[in-house]
């Protein structure tokens, strides 16, 4: 059944979260001091941020200066965390023969992955009440699950005004790596979308009672939304042994277990496990393993038949070209089938403070075709831009209530 399709980018967590006392942070963010010396624990490391391979090589090879304050880490600048992710990726698998330190650079990686991890999940406490229900085990204490539920709510306004009223056939993607979509549709009992997201983890295990039979597809399952979390989540591990099983079929955790991975080991192979976080590289892709495939598909197919796609908070990178590639596919099929014939979509919306800027909109233009929309859709698609959530939760979101 044709949909509405939300797509979120780092915009919306950050706008969300912009009151709290660190607020979500965007990709150039992450090495400011003040997340820093609120995330780096060095007990966990065993040495201060200021002593460890990562600020080693943010000096080296990035121009950041470190000082101490007292107990306190004061930085020069920040720079992207998504080019230091890959600048240690393409270390580990090309240049790894072409310097004698290369355990600076591995245990780097690894101090990087946990401090990002650790950045998400704290930044702000999510309290996600979907953790309390998995902690729960179902035997959970109703009234500490409604305080959970409103906390949510109230922490993340303009996500619940969104998301609250979405219907089944209704997709969300997001390219975020937090748990704030994961919390408010959690708290709206929007239960279905996990029962989805389970079948897709592990596509063998009979995710909920009333199921179909083991390995049945109907074709109801293929129409229902999907929330699909295109890079990964913070609360999702991987086995790091690419042979492994656990390597295709993530692991979800619980709140205290999702503090760290890295020291988990795989439950089939006894590896250690990572946690599943896909910056947009151009080496590192939806092909990495057969759950991030899996979710490509189902996003391009549900960007086929939607018929409004609503984009909040993401900047479409020029440089993303495996997101690209998925919204290219939002329009009709290559060759038209019959003469005349028209797909679902009605109109796309864009959500982001970019929207005056000329070259932003012009790429959005091109990638769904919208400058020869009727060609391209069969009718004329409208685009609709709004600067702010707030805006667009006044203007549009009411009147659909
Ligand atoms: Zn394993």
Same mark, same amino acid.
């Given at each position: ?150 906390? +949510?709510?109230? =922490?993340?306004?303009?996500? #619940?005004?969104?998301?609250?009223? *979405?219907?089944?056939?209704? !997709?969300?993607?997001? /390219? ?119 979710? +490509?598909?189902? =996003?391009?197919?549900?960007? #086929?038949?939607?018929?409004?796609? *609503?984009?909040?908070?993401? !900047?479409?990178?020029? /440089? ?82």
């Amino acid at each position: 059944m044709p949909g509405r399709v939300f797509i979120l980018g780092a915009g919306a967590s950050r706008e969300d979260t912009k009151h709290a006392k660190l607020p979500m942070p965007l990709a150039n963010d992450f090495f400011l001091a003040e997340y820093i010396n609120e995330h780096w624990h060095s007990p966990d490391y065993g040495y201060t941020f200021a002593e460890s391979n990562l600020a080693s090589i943010l000096s080296r090879y990035f121009g950041l200066q470190f000082a101490i304050d007292g107990e306190k880490v004061l930085s020069n600048k920040s720079v992207n965390i998504e080019e230091v992710l890959t600048f240690l990726d393409n270390y580990e698998n090309v240049y790894l023969a072409t310097n004698y330190q290369k355990d600076i650079f591995i245990k780097a990686k690894q101090e990087l992955l946990s401090f990002i991890h650790y950045v998400i999940l704290n930044t702000p406490a999510h309290c996600s009440p979907e953790f309390v229900h998995r902690l729960s085990n179902n035997k959970s204490d109703g009234a500490l699950k409604k305080k959970q539920i409103r906390r +949510a709510i109230a =922490a993340f306004r303009m996500h #619940n005004a969104i998301l609250s009223n *979405i219907k089944r056939e209704d !997709s969300v993607i997001s /390219f975020n790596w937090d748990l704030i979509v994961d919390s408010i549709l959690w708290a709206n009992k929007k239960e279905h979308y996990f029962h989805m997201r389970d079948q897709l983890l592990n596509p063998f295990i009979i995710a909920h009672r009333g199921a179909p039979d083991f390995g049945y597809f109907s074709a109801d399952d293929l129409h229902q939304g999907y929330f699909l979390k295109l890079h990964g989540s913070v609360n999702m591990a991987c086995c790091t042994n690419r042979d492994c099983l656990r390597h295709q079929f993530p692991i979800l955790f619980d709140e205290f277990e999702a503090e760290t991975p890295s020291l988990q080991q795989c439950n089939i192979c006894f590896s250690p496990l990572e946690v599943l976080i896909l910056p947009p590289l151009v080496n590192k892709t939806y092909r990495s393993n057969r759950f991030f495939r899996l979710q +490509a598909g189902l =996003a391009a197919s549900k960007l #086929n038949i939607a018929t409004e796609i *609503i984009v909040l908070g993401y !900047s479409f990178p020029v /440089f993303d070209f495996e997101a690209n590639s998925l919204m290219r596919l939002a329009r009709l099929n290559p060759k038209e089938e019959e003469a005349g014939s028209e797909d679902f979509l009605e109109r796309i919306i864009i959500v982001n403070p970019q929207v005056t800027n000329r070259r932003y909109i012009k790429r959005i233009t091109d990638l769904f075709g919208l400058s020869h929309s009727k060609r391209m859709h069969g009718h004329k698609v409208q685009l609709l831009l709004y600067k702010k959530i707030d805006d667009f939760i006044e203007n549009f979101m009411k009147g659909k209530k």
